[in-house]
């Protein structure tokens, strides 16, 4: 497996506040994972946490990355290891142009057939949520991650920009065997992806486990999130 989260407990720097309990999970290379939970469940503050962003603090567990415990490392030095994220709003950055970044980052072959339209517009300056999202794939494919997060990628997309963006994941990512990790609220994107595993999180836990992502959508289409505290669908890591 690239990526093992083994019984993590985080906890807010500053104050004694317990985020996430006993996290455990995995994902290989090549692997779609889906972790879905409504608004606050704690679904970003993991993404953080795999990530090294020092206001969460690991309280107890540990995240391996290739085999190797990666606590103590920075966030620079995990995406130097190959962990790349793209987070739900991603920032505007006025007077770089998104051509140049790419060039910079990736000059033997920057990912450019995605992003033609908008490559001499300043960074997410003016672009719509969908080119926003896409733009960010664009930036993150550039970094050539073993593991990317993607926090809510499918958020404010309408079904063709939906299916768009799904697309790009599987052809530049999933094909290409880099491990993805995707972060929904309503999980309508899984269609497309037809993740491996998919995790549901309530309240800083991982609180239902499965393979099949069709019976978990079909069981918050269903019930909401209020039945998953009470889910029976079978653990499967």
């Not at 993150?140 to 991650?145: A, E, F």
Request: aromatic share 6%; glycine share 8%; proline share 5%.
């Amino acid at each position: 497996m690239l990526l093992r989260v083994k019984k993590l407990t985080v906890i807010l720097a500053d104050k004694n506040q317990t985020l996430l309990s006993d996290i455990d999970f995995s994902v290989s290379a090549g692997q779609c994972v889906a972790l879905l939970g409504p608004n606050g469940s704690g679904k970003t503050v993991l993404a953080h946490t795999i990530m090294g962003d020092p206001r969460y603090i690991i309280k107890q567990g540990q995240i391996y990355f290739a085999g190797t415990v990666i606590n103590h490392l920075s966030p620079e030095q995990r995406v130097k290891r190959g962990i790349a994220v793209a987070w739900q709003n991603p920032p505007v950055v006025p007077g770089v142009k998104l051509g140049q970044l790419l060039a910079k980052v990736d000059s033997k072959k920057p990912t450019l057939s995605l992003v033609v339209p908008f490559l001499h517009r300043d960074i997410n300056v003016g672009l719509s949520g969908g080119e926003k999202k896409i733009s960010e794939l664009a930036q993150l494919l550039s970094l050539r991650p073993k593991l990317v997060i993607l926090d809510e990628i499918d958020s404010g997309l309408d079904f063709k920009k939906l299916k768009e963006v799904g697309k790009i994941i599987k052809e530049n990512l999933l094909k290409k065997k880099v491990a993805v990790i995707i972060i929904t609220h309503n999980g309508e994107i899984l269609r497309y992806l037809k993740p491996e595993k998919t995790f549901i999180m309530i309240k800083g836990k991982i609180v239902c486990k499965g393979k099949n992502y069709r019976t978990i959508l079909a069981t918050l289409k269903k019930y909401g999130y209020k039945k998953c505290v009470q889910c029976s669908i079978s653990p499967d890591r």
